[in-house]
């Protein structure tokens, strides 16, 4: 049973997985005024109660929590009704819902060794970045076929994420034309910006621009010889089972989380990261600077693979079951 927002992409995916979901209200608490804040912890903690209910009908072994404002009065109501809870850290950073709920926790996992600091040892277990097989499943010549693209072309993919991201979509646009003459292009915007980027694409045969992507995405970023993209948790974990090289774009309203996710993969030759605010001025000079260093391009690439935990689901797995087995 899958417990979270209600009208969320998870609901989504859970019908269309076949798993029973039941929604909650919850709501942040950080850069509110107080009034919307204590209306939002009220949120919270009626849902406890709300939870608590669900438990007891469900009957679940284990708890799989990942963090964010849902994920809390799951954990505290799994404490209270005595279910075993596991915590996946996915940042390299815990936020405010990881913060208040860790120390309810029976395990938490990370991705990387380097995340163990911020919690007790043990709880804690590095498990890596679990992420969907097609992932690792897919090459640059299948993708690049499904795309139809030209198999020995330079090729750029450009991602905001779910949402899209307005910020780099313009920065794209703005150099569109010179980045259509040095590569083909994947570009995925987000559903609000998918017709304004299409209609200014629409003279550029080898540019092709999707709101969305859901089972072809792990094929649209393979297609790439560099992705364009945020720095959110994921770049963590998909980037690296395909082995693609990124420019990497901070959203610089997420705290430093995303900022430290690009440090990260920057600081191990994996990835180069540019300001939000320089990205319009600086793109392609440096898309430049790896299309015209190849032996860099490579080194980035193997890299990234370095990174890669393709047995990170299966870890993850096995402590669920480990601790849902107990009596």
């Known amino acids: 049973m899958y417990v979270g927002r209600a009208g969320s992409i998870e609901e989504r995916l859970a019908e269309?997985?076949?798993?029973?979901?039941?929604?909650?209200?919850?709501?942040?608490?950080?850069?509110?005024?107080?009034?919307?804040?204590?209306?939002?912890?009220?949120?919270?903690?009626?849902?406890?109660?709300?939870?608590?209910?669900?438990?007891?009908?469900?009957?679940?072994?284990?708890?799989?929590?990942?963090?964010?404002?849902?994920?809390?009065?799951?954990?505290?109501?799994?404490?209270?009704?005595?279910?075993?809870?596991?915590?996946?850290?996915?940042?390299?950073?815990?936020?405010?819902?990881?913060?208040?709920?860790?120390?309810?926790?029976?395990?938490?996992?990370?991705?990387?060794?380097?995340?163990?600091?911020?919690?007790?040892k043990n709880k804690t277990i590095v498990t890596g970045y679990p992420v969907r097989a097609e992932f690792f499943q897919t090459n640059q010549a299948r993708a690049r076929e499904m795309f139809n693209l030209d198999p020995q072309a330079r090729t750029v993919a450009i991602f905001g994420g779910s949402r899209g991201a307005h910020h780099i979509n313009q920065a794209v646009v703005a150099n569109l034309a010179e980045l259509a003459r040095r590569a083909q292009i994947i570009h995925i915007t987000g559903r609000e910006d998918e017709s304004w980027v299409k209609a200014q694409?629409?003279?550029?045969?080898?540019?092709?621009?999707?709101?969305?992507?859901?089972?072809?995405?792990?094929?649209?970023?393979?297609?790439?010889?560099?992705?364009?993209?945020?720095?959110?948790?994921?770049?963590?974990?998909?980037?690296?089972?395909?082995?693609?090289?990124?420019?990497?774009?901070?959203?610089?309203?997420?705290?430093?989380?995303?900022?430290?996710?690009?440090?990260?993969?920057?600081?191990?030759?994996?990835?180069?990261?540019?300001?939000?605010?320089e990205l319009e001025n600086k793109l392609i000079e440096r898309l430049s600077d790896l299309f015209d260093a190849p032996e860099k391009l490579s080194a980035m690439r193997d890299a990234m693979r370095a990174l890669a935990q393709p047995d990170a689901a299966q870890n993850i797995a096995e402590v669920l079951e480990s601790l849902g087995n107990r009596e």
Not at 55 to 64: G, V
């Open 16 to 120: 269309r997985a076949h798993i029973s979901f039941r929604a909650i209200e919850v709501g942040g608490v950080r850069g509110l005024d107080p009034i919307a804040a204590a209306r939002n912890l009220g949120r919270v903690a009626q849902s406890i109660g709300r939870v608590r209910a669900i438990i007891r009908e469900f009957q679940p072994n284990a708890i799989f929590a990942t963090g964010g404002y849902v994920s809390a009065p799951v954990i505290w109501a799994g404490a209270l009704e005595k279910i075993p809870r596991v915590i996946y850290l996915p940042d390299l950073e815990p936020g405010w819902a990881i913060r208040a709920t860790a120390r309810w926790a029976t395990r938490i996992a990370i991705s990387f060794p380097q995340v163990a600091r911020h919690f007790a």
């Open 201 to 277: 694409a629409r003279d550029l045969a080898n540019v092709r621009v999707f709101g969305y992507l859901d089972d072809e995405l792990p094929h649209a970023l393979a297609a790439a010889d560099v992705v364009i993209a945020r720095a959110g948790a994921a770049t963590l974990g998909e980037f690296p089972a395909l082995g693609v090289p990124a420019i990497l774009v901070p959203y610089p309203y997420a705290g430093h989380h995303q900022e430290l996710n690009a440090r990260f993969l920057g600081a191990r030759g994996a990835a180069i990261w540019v300001d939000d605010a």
